[in-house]
């Protein structure tokens, strides 16, 4: 029985490469970018940063993967660690959860030294203001 199991396994696998891998990735390279740039902060404000990056995945003016808008220069922190907190919340925004609406595309934190340009802040949260498109 053990063997069947593992066969189906091992073919469910190979027919579909990479599907649960990506998805894995994606997760904690994202819940990597939220430790850099939300430590300390609440889980909430953990979901906000998420948001904003998912929301740019569904932007038609940004890439459309998570490895894609993470890896726009200048955009997000990269991080090498994360905790359990920032995993869960970046595991709950890759599987649908939202706490911002989708024209929210942009994040600043509130002691930034460069003024804001454009956009209508929708939310402040934690040490970060969350904005439309400017």
Same mark, same amino acid.
């Given at each position: 029985m053990k063997r069947i199991l593992c066969a189906a396994l091992l073919l469910a696998l190979l027919a579909m490469p990479g599907l649960g891998l990506m998805e894995g990735e994606d997760t904690i390279r994202l819940a990597k970018t939220l430790y850099? !740039? &939300?430590? &300390? %902060?609440?889980? %909430?404000? !953990?979901l906000d940063l998420g948001s904003v990056v998912m929301n740019r995945v569904d932007s038609p003016w940004y890439p459309d993967t998570v490895m894609g808008v993470l890896r726009e220069p200048h955009q997000f922190a990269c991080g090498t660690l994360y905790d359990e907190t920032c995993y869960q919340a970046a595991r709950a925004v890759m599987m649908g959860r939202r706490t911002l609406p989708p024209g929210v595309v942009d994040y600043r934190a509130l002691d930034a030294s460069a003024p804001a340009t454009g956009g209508e802040v929708v939310k402040v949260s934690g040490h970060y203001e969350f904005r439309t498109a400017g």
């Amino acid at each position: 029985m053990k063997r069947i199991l593992c066969a189906a396994l091992l073919l469910a696998l190979l027919a579909m490469p990479g599907l649960g891998l990506m998805e894995g990735e994606d997760t904690i390279r994202l819940a990597k970018t939220l430790y850099a !740039l &939300g430590k &300390g %902060e609440s889980y %909430e404000t !953990l979901l906000d940063l998420g948001s904003v990056v998912m929301n740019r995945v569904d932007s038609p003016w940004y890439p459309d993967t998570v490895m894609g808008v993470l890896r726009e220069p200048h955009q997000f922190a990269c991080g090498t660690l994360y905790d359990e907190t920032c995993y869960q919340a970046a595991r709950a925004v890759m599987m649908g959860r939202r706490t911002l609406p989708p024209g929210v595309v942009d994040y600043r934190a509130l002691d930034a030294s460069a003024p804001a340009t454009g956009g209508e802040v929708v939310k402040v949260s934690g040490h970060y203001e969350f904005r439309t498109a400017g």
